[in-house]
């Protein structure tokens, strides 16, 4: 009888998890060092740190979300003035806009009664003052001048004569603005200024008026500083120029 050994390989797998597993822990280990040097590092990093952090939220206003302003504004000038020849009113003194943002308001005129288009004298400038025909050139217009001269020289008075021109006739003879304005009265004009902005990101419109807008108001920095109704003069005097100077010739105030 042959006897044989045979040997049997078992093989045990580790379980996954096990109840003493589950109950462990872990924590980290904190080892505190008395370093002037190392302590000193530490500072400087949370310094860097903080210095950051303060620019970036509150120099740039990161922690704020921006958007582009829709604004549109709409003035409105209103007044009469009168003169010794006629009465001035909103439809004579005011002028399309001239730029963005603006409004204009005529406070002088140099007036030239009863023109028509014809020949004429010219005004007695330097170059336009001649002696004969051969002094004028046909054709020829100067930046200066009120028309195009004809090449005939004749007079403009008793003692001087001038080229003709086509032009309005009779040319404007005065170059000056007449002193004091002829619309001084214009500083009490006032001008009603309407302003809407919208933020479309934010779905968020408001204006400058309120619902209990009074339209009979004038704004004034105490009695009614949210009036969008201003005096011109106030405008002018908040700009630190005097009212009855500037209407003499011309001024750009910009109130927005």
Same mark, same amino acid.
């Given at each position: 009888?042959?006897?044989?050994?045979?040997?049997?390989r078992?093989?045990t797998?580790?379980?996954?998890?096990?109840?003493?597993n589950?109950?462990?822990?872990?924590?980290?280990?904190?080892?505190?060092?008395?370093?002037?040097?190392?302590?000193?590092?530490?500072?400087?990093?949370?310094?860097?740190?903080?210095?950051?952090v303060?620019?970036?939220l509150?120099?740039?206003?990161?922690?704020?979300?921006?958007?582009?302003?829709?604004?549109?504004?709409? @003035?409105?000038?209103?007044?009469?003035?009168?003169t010794?020849?006629?009465?001035?009113?909103?439809?004579?003194?005011?002028?399309?806009?001239?730029?963005?943002?603006?409004f204009?308001?005529?406070t002088n005129i140099i007036?030239?009664?009863?023109?028509?288009q014809?020949?004429?004298?010219?005004?007695?400038?330097?170059?336009?003052?001649?002696?004969?025909?051969?002094?004028?050139?046909?054709?020829?217009?100067?930046?200066q001048?009120?028309?195009i001269? @004809?090449?005939?020289?004749?007079?403009?008075?008793a003692?001087?004569?001038?080229?003709?021109?086509?032009?309005?006739?009779?040319v404007?003879?005065?170059?000056?603005?007449?002193?004091?304005?002829?619309?001084r009265?214009?500083?009490?004009? @006032?001008v009603?200024?309407?302003?809407?902005?919208?933020?479309?990101?934010?779905n968020?419109?408001?204006?400058n008026i309120?619902?209990e807008?009074?339209?009979?108001? @004038?704004?004034?920095?105490?009695?009614?500083p949210?009036?969008?109704?201003?005096r011109?003069?106030?405008?002018l005097?908040?700009a630190?120029?005097?009212?009855?100077?500037?209407?003499?010739?011309?001024?750009?105030?910009?109130?927005?």
């Amino acid at each position: 009888q042959r006897e044989g050994v045979f040997h049997k390989r078992v093989s045990t797998m580790p379980a996954c998890c096990s109840l003493k597993n589950v109950c462990e822990y872990e924590t980290s280990k904190v080892v505190r060092i008395q370093s002037v040097y190392y302590g000193s590092i530490k500072w400087a990093i949370h310094s860097v740190v903080f210095l950051y952090v303060c620019i970036v939220l509150i120099a740039d206003r990161r922690y704020q979300k921006r958007d582009a302003v829709i604004s549109s504004v709409h @003035t409105k000038v209103k007044g009469v003035a009168q003169t010794e020849q006629r009465i001035w009113d909103t439809a004579e003194y005011t002028i399309p806009m001239q730029g963005i943002d603006s409004f204009f308001v005529v406070t002088n005129i140099i007036m030239t009664e009863n023109q028509i288009q014809g020949l004429c004298p010219e005004f007695p400038l330097r170059k336009a003052i001649c002696s004969t025909d051969r002094s004028c050139t046909k054709g020829r217009m100067d930046p200066q001048s009120n028309g195009i001269q @004809t090449g005939r020289c004749v007079k403009y008075n008793a003692t001087v004569k001038t080229c003709e021109v086509a032009a309005w006739c009779p040319v404007e003879f005065i170059k000056s603005a007449p002193t004091p304005a002829i619309l001084r009265s214009a500083e009490n004009f @006032t001008v009603l200024i309407k302003n809407n902005i919208h933020f479309a990101k934010f779905n968020y419109t408001t204006r400058n008026i309120s619902p209990e807008f009074n339209i009979s108001c @004038t704004y004034n920095r105490i009695s009614a500083p949210h009036c969008p109704i201003f005096r011109l003069g106030d405008i002018l005097q908040a700009a630190g120029e005097n009212f009855s100077e500037v209407a003499i010739q011309v001024c750009d105030i910009s109130p927005f």
